[in-house]
């Protein structure tokens, strides 16, 4: 049996997520054997059907992970936490505690702003300003962590000055620069902490 199995919403998300688990070091783990799932419905549709897609992964994994955004995903529930509550309880009808629901709010673009310089550094950002000043002189919010509340719409903003796509390509880039330990996001915090719990060093 591999050790995890991940179901995403999207191809961003899977190249952010190998990027991050390729470094088993900083999130504080062992090394693992994984394998991705992309949901082709996307947000709603791994809200909708995610956990019934990985009920037929049991047999050939001993963890599973479903990650899904909840801007997008189509829930009427007030925010991620009571979501990812309810995509626990219909996981653990075929996984009991060895599978997990990490819904990020707003979205996974969250993520990439973890850290300036690795932005900065990944997108040879051109500017004399720093981008998240940049940024608000565009007139972007950030919230109390120093995060885009846009985080989508500010890396299309910064992407456009040097003029590169926003790739699944950047997203692992970028994973594989910030500081996974210090990320103050509270869905990446959650991940955080249920790898370690299932693959301790």
Known sequence: MKDLVLLVADKNAQFALKGALGRPESLGIRPIEFEFRVHP?????????????????RRRFQHALLVLDFEGCGTDLPNATNLEEQLDGRLSAHWKEAAKSIVIEPELDVWVWGSDNAVEEVI??????GVREWL???????????????PKEAL?????????????ALYQTIAEKISLRR???????????QLIEWFPK
């Open 183 to 193: 990320c103050g996001d509270e869905a990446f915090i959650r991940l955080r902490k």
């Open 124 to 129: 040879v950002w051109p500017a004399g300003k």
């Open 136 to 150: 608000r002189d565009r007139g972007f919010a950030f919230d109390g962590n120093g995060k885009p509340k846009r």
């Open 41 to 57: 419905g996307r947000d709603g549709g791994a809200r909708k059907s995610g956990p019934e897609v990985l009920a037929l992964e």
């Open 156 to 168: 299309e903003a910064a992407l456009r000055l040097p003029d590169l796509p926003r790739s699944s």
